[in-house]
């Protein structure tokens, strides 16, 4: 039996979980992978929180100045209430983790000031780190420790290496969700159901759309196509941070925007510093104002290549540069040396890489969807935080927040208990993503194939010719294969990912030419300015089909309640 089904085990379902069991709700998480591969374990830069009010907190900080940066890196689409309520609640977020085992680095051991770092957009030093470079990995330990701890007293139900494949509704709520168990090879065993009150998307992002990004290979934007086949509105699509610092080498390891922050520098080909030329803030602006300067040096003359320098970074008195490098970001430097890179003494070639989408389930400031019942926390969530462009390192914030307010609530509420309000935002009524018509298909479908004709066509820089083009080979991709109907369930994991991915992949291109200007994260060759009349966030519903019907009988092949 269960009240609560959480979908994704990263910083938010973790938190989402913990706190609903710990409110005395029956909860099971349900994963496709192992507990702890997710994005959240892979987080280097470290999380932002205004400090100010707790001992050995950043006295230079206010919750005004958290509040004005995270606005102005999202260029116009932020809500204010949320932010407000984010960075208000950002000392009880640090409270939690530390309460549940995260142990944040301190300059010289317990009681000392922390270790807040300092990463782009930000006003002050807020960033919080746990092991050097290793926080997502920290955190993702110790809440996976907690909810293990919660699963041996029988609080919560783990299920690892089980894929969610429709969320189900009955009455326009929520009344459970289908699962099947991922097998050897990744074939997939037979559909069962599994009934609760409340489902929690919490599944992180889609950074597989693209050849390039520093997300794991789960990231297929799952919790965005389940919302979509569950009646669920999804908002500002459009919006996909490229992190403008990934190593340009296979697997786009990412070089943490903190190494910017303490005071590396970006050069060209010729050893120019071109952030100079770009912006007063120079490395430390907003990651989509560096990524599309990084990009545009690397398609330029010369042999195409931007650089990160490290020589610039002060190093403590009685230390080498090597040393402070290994001591200070160990992931990195043990990546780096991995590929035959010295970065203290070596310019390290860099490469803009997919790494957050802004874009997701839109949800209310206490993380409910407009279908009852079902809530979405984390990446794959859009409660109004990022806008347009997220600043650094607030993600994990906003995660940790997200999903302790949806666990106190689904602990103490009934499904009818929780309407949904209206949007802080102005914005346009929602836009019903059309179906898929046939159309050109140049190529058979592969995920790489999928990932190139995004990072052509809905890439750093965009155009309406490109995403034209993208929006054609998608549709051609849906209308020829038959795997997307709904009587041919698919056979594997890779099928029902892909599946996701095309339908995340067309959702996010159809609201990209939509979007005909630049802003934030959205950058539009055609359109190279910013329109106020467009400065509205974007709502879109899934148009009806066969596949998205999401009301279902139950049988009795179910998982019990």
């Given at each position: 039996m269960t009240d609560v089904i959480v979908i994704g085990s990263g910083i938010a379902g973790l938190s989402a979980a913990l706190s609903a069991a710990e409110a005395g709700a029956r909860v099971t998480v349900v994963t496709k992978a192992a507990l702890?591969?997710?994005?959240?374990?892979?987080?280097?830069?470290g999380m932002a929180a205004m400090t100010s009010s707790l001992p050995q907190g950043q006295s230079k900080d206010s919750a005004r100045l958290h509040v004005q940066d995270t606005v102005v890196a999202g260029a116009g689409l932020c809500e204010p209430p949320v932010v407000k309520g984010v960075v208000r609640d950002s000392a009880d977020a640090v409270r939690d983790l530390t309460g549940r085992g995260v142990t944040f680095d301190r300059v010289a051991g317990p009681g000392s000031p922390w270790v807040q770092g300092l990463e782009a957009a930000h006003s002050v030093s807020r960033i919080l780190h746990a092991g050097g470079d290793a926080t997502g990995h920290v955190i993702q330990e110790a809440l996976s420790d907690r909810t293990r701890d919660a699963a041996s007293t029988g609080h919560i139900r783990i299920l690892e290496y089980t894929l969610v494949t429709l969320v189900?509704?009955?009455g326009h709520r929520v009344v459970g969700a289908t699962l099947r168990p991922v097998l050897a090879g990744g074939r997939l065993g037979p559909e069962e159901f599994l009934a609760a009150d409340h489902v929690v998307l919490a599944s992180g992002g889609a950074g597989q759309l693209y050849p390039y990004t520093t997300n794991p290979e789960v990231a297929t934007g799952d919790g965005i196509a389940l919302a979509l086949r569950a009646g669920a509105e999804v908002r500002d699509l459009e919006f996909f941070q490229f992190h403008p610092t990934a190593l340009a080498a296979p697997g786009s390891f990412l070089i943490s925007e903190a190494v910017r922050g303490e005071g590396a520098v970006l050069r060209d080909q010729h050893g120019h510093r071109f952030m100079t030329d770009v912006d007063p803030r120079a490395e430390l602006a907003p990651r989509d104002v560096v990524a599309r300067a990084v990009f545009a040096v690397r398609t330029g003359s010369g042999d195409g290549t931007a650089y990160l320098d490290c020589s610039t970074i002060p190093v403590p008195e009685g230390l080498t540069r090597a040393e402070f490098l290994a001591q200070r970001f160990p992931t990195i430097d043990a990546s780096l040396k991995a590929h035959g890179?010295?970065?203290?003494a070596e310019l390290?070639?860099?490469?803009?890489?997919?790494h957050y989408h802004m874009g997701g389930i839109v949800t209310d400031e206490q993380g409910r969807t407009n279908v009852t019942g079902l809530w979405a926390a984390g990446e794959c969530s859009n409660t109004g935080m990022h806008g347009a462009n997220r600043l650094a390192s607030n993600s994990l914030l906003e995660a940790t927040v997200f999903g302790r307010r949806i666990g106190e609530l689904v602990a103490e509420s009934s499904p009818t208990s929780v309407p949904w309000p209206p949007s802080h935002v102005s914005e346009r009524e929602p836009h019903e993503l059309p179906r898929s018509r046939s159309g050109t298909t140049p190529e058979p479908f592969t995920r790489e194939a999928l990932q190139h004709t995004m990072w052509r066509g809905a890439g750093v820089f965009r155009t309406a010719e490109g995403l034209e083009q993208a929006k054609a080979t998608l549709e051609g991709w849906?209308?020829?294969?038959?795997?997307?109907?709904?009587?041919?369930?698919?056979?594997?994991?890779?099928?029902?990912?892909?599946?996701n991915l095309l339908t995340v992949g067309h959702a996010l291109v159809t609201a990209a030419l939509t979007r005909t200007e630049s802003r934030g994260a959205h950058q539009r060759a055609d359109f190279p300015s910013a329109d106020a009349q467009q400065a509205i966030s974007t709502r879109w519903i899934a148009a009806p089909t066969a596949e998205s019907t999401h009301e279902r009988t139950v049988h009795a092949d179910s998982l019990g309640r």
């Open positions: 702890t591969h997710t994005a959240t374990d892979r987080a280097q830069g189900i509704t009955g890179i010295d970065w203290s390290v070639p860099v490469s803009p890489a997919a849906l209308a020829a294969s038959s795997s997307w109907g709904a009587t041919d369930a698919p056979d594997t994991l890779t099928d029902v990912e892909d599946r």
